[in-house]
C-alpha cells in the first residue's frame, strides 16, 4: 500500500500550508521515505474519522495510521531505525520536544497575528467561512483587525527570535552541524508563512534568514519548489 500524508490545502490544492504537515513531511524526507499527499481542507472533517481525530497531518503507512506531528516524527524514529536519525538519541529528542514547543507557544503565535488574514485569502469558500468564524471567534477582532499595523509590529516578533538567532550565529542548524527535526519543528511555521503570504518576516541580514534559506535549500530544493499563492 502506498503511504499517504494527509496535509492541509488552500483553495489550490497545490498550496499546503500547514506548519505542522510541513514538519512532517521534512521528517518523511529526513528519512528517505516517500509519502504520497493527500489533500484536505478545514472542513472535510469527515476524511479523517478514521484516524479518530479531525486534525492534519496524518500518516498512513500501510495498516499503520499516526496523527500529530510529533507523533509521526517518534513513530519514523521507532520504525524505521536504519534511517537517518530525526534526533539522535534522548538527549536529542527531548531537545526537540522543547524546540517543538516554543515554536508552538512563542513563534507561530507571532506569526498568526500576522498573517491571518492572508491565511483566510488562500482558501476555497467553504474553508473561508469557516476560518473566518472561528479565528474571530478566537480573538475577538475581525481578520483585517488582528493583521492591522503588522508592518510595524512585525519588529517584535523578530525580536521574539533571539534564541534561534543566537543559536544560528554559531551552528548551521538548530540540531548542530546538521538538520534534525529541532530545525524541521521551526521551518514549518516559516513554510507556512512562505506558502500563503509575501509579507517578509524576516530581514536578510537576520541569521534565521540565511538558516531558511538552507532549509529551502535541503533535499533537492523541495521546500523551495513548493507552490505559494501569487504576489
Request: aromatic share 12%; proline share 6%.
Amino acid at each position: 500500500m502506498t503511504r499517504q500524508l494527509f496535509e492541509l490545502v488552500g483553495a489550490d490544492p497545490e498550496i499546503r500550508f500547514s506548519p505542522y504537515s510541513w514538519r512532517a513531511r521534512m521528517a518523511l524526507l529526513h528519512k528517505g521515505i516517500d509519502a504520497k499527499s493527500r489533500p484536505w481542507r478545514f472542513t472535510e472533517k469527515e476524511a479523517l474519522a478514521f484516524s479518530g481525530q479531525d486534525k492534519v497531518p496524518v500518516l498512513v503507512d500501510g495498516d499503520t495510521v499516526v496523527s500529530d506531528s510529533w507523533q509521526i516524527a517518534l513513530y519514523l524514529e521507532r520504525a524505521y531505525p536504519d534511517a537517518p536519525a530525526l534526533f539522535g538519541g534522548a538527549q536529542g529528542e527531548a531537545m526537540a520536544r522543547f524546540i517543538a514547543h516554543w515554536c508552538d507557544g512563542v513563534m507561530l503565535p507571532g506569526m498568526i497575528t500576522l498573517l491571518v488574514h492572508d491565511i483566510w485569502r488562500c482558501l476555497d469558500p467553504q474553508s473561508q467561512a469557516y476560518f473566518r468564524e472561528s479565528r474571530e471567534k478566537r480573538f475577538g477582532r475581525k481578520l483585517e483587525d488582528i493583521v492591522a499595523g503588522r508592518e510595524e509590529r512585525v519588529d517584535t516578533f523578530r525580536k521574539a527570535l533571539r534564541p534561534m538567532r543566537m543559536t544560528l550565529a554559531e551552528y548551521p542548524y538548530l540540531a548542530g552541524e546538521a538538520p534534525g527535526y529541532a530545525d524541521y519543528a521551526a521551518f514549518g511555521g516559516f513554510m507556512w508563512a512562505r506558502c500563503i503570504s509575501h509579507f517578509e518576516l524576516l530581514e536578510p541580514d537576520d541569521p534565521v534568514h540565511a538558516w531558511r534559506e538552507r532549509m529551502l535549500d535541503l533535499y533537492y530544493g523541495y521546500a523551495r519548489k513548493a507552490k505559494r499563492v501569487a504576489a
